[in-house]
């Protein structure tokens, strides 16, 4: 399910918070520090950012990763090119390269007709049928370390489609229970915000819609694989 990261994200980004900061264009230094330390994958950083490649941080280069970790939840972002900003871009460049063959390696049921698979391991999904797909594979954002998303076969056994958490008391739009307290669902932040949902799988906005509109009670959900960090 939908989390608020806090402490998590804290612990998992302390490394983080050493590099020295500056204050650019005003404004108090948390709403705008940017730091002048290198980072350890600062060309890999600047490569995916279409950013001069050349290993060293420049105020321009800290202006674009603070972007891009504001942009998808990355805390502190201070603009360092850390392990966990380019967790997050490297995993992008994997979901990029899958393409339209998700179901490559034969893992996700191709006897089950219309399924909704989740691959864990690059967190993503799609929907097949047979060995036809039907829409995506779309990135999404299941559950992190302690909460992991259940692997296996399951089945969708409820819909609500305004649904409200009982638990995190928030919002979970297009929700398609599957196993337990686990759904499919739309979330308002990133779906590639460190660490990871309560279990759910986090969809964006029409990812979610589209999945609600071609899946139904009954239908056959499957998920393998590992979450990067569980």
């Known amino acids: 399910m939908r989390d608020i990261r806090r402490k998590a994200g804290a612990v998992a980004a302390v490394g983080l918070l050493a590099p020295a900061v ?13 730091t ?6 600062q060309k890999q950083v600047e490569k995916f950012l279409g950013r001069p490649v050349d290993g060293r941080q420049s105020p321009a280069d800290c202006k674009a990763i603070r ?32 393409g339209k063959k998700p179901n490559k390696a034969g893992k996700c049921p191709t006897n089950k007709g219309r399924i909704a698979c989740v691959n864990l391991t690059l967190q993503i999904s ?11 594979p779309v990135p999404v954002r299941t559950g992190r370390n302690g909460y992991e998303t259940r692997t296996g076969a399951k089945k969708i056994y409820w819909r609500d489609k305004n649904h409200v958490s009982s638990v ?4 979970m ?19 590639w915000a460190p660490p990871g949902s309560h279990g759910c799988v986090n969809m964006r906005k029409n990812d979610a819609k589209t999945y609600w509109s ?17």
């Open 36 to 41: 002048t330390k290198t980072g350890p994958y």
């Open 168 to 171: 995190y008391n928030v919002a």
């Open 22 to 34: 500056v204050v650019i264009g005003g404004g108090s230094a948390s709403a705008a520090s940017c």
């Open 214 to 230: 071609l899946l139904k009670n009954g239908d056959d959900v499957y998920i393998y694989g590992r979450k990067p960090g569980t």
């Open 173 to 191: 739009p297009y929700s398609q229970f599957f196993d337990g307290g686990q759904a499919f669902h739309q979330v308002d932040l990133s779906v």
């Open 67 to 98: 972007a891009f970790q504001t942009k998808h939840s990355i805390y502190p972002n201070v603009g360092y090119a850390g392990s966990i900003t380019w967790g997050v871009m490297d995993l992008m460049n994997k979901q990029k390269a899958v």
């Open 126 to 136: 799609w929907i097949q049928d047979g060995s036809r797909l039907k829409y995506g």
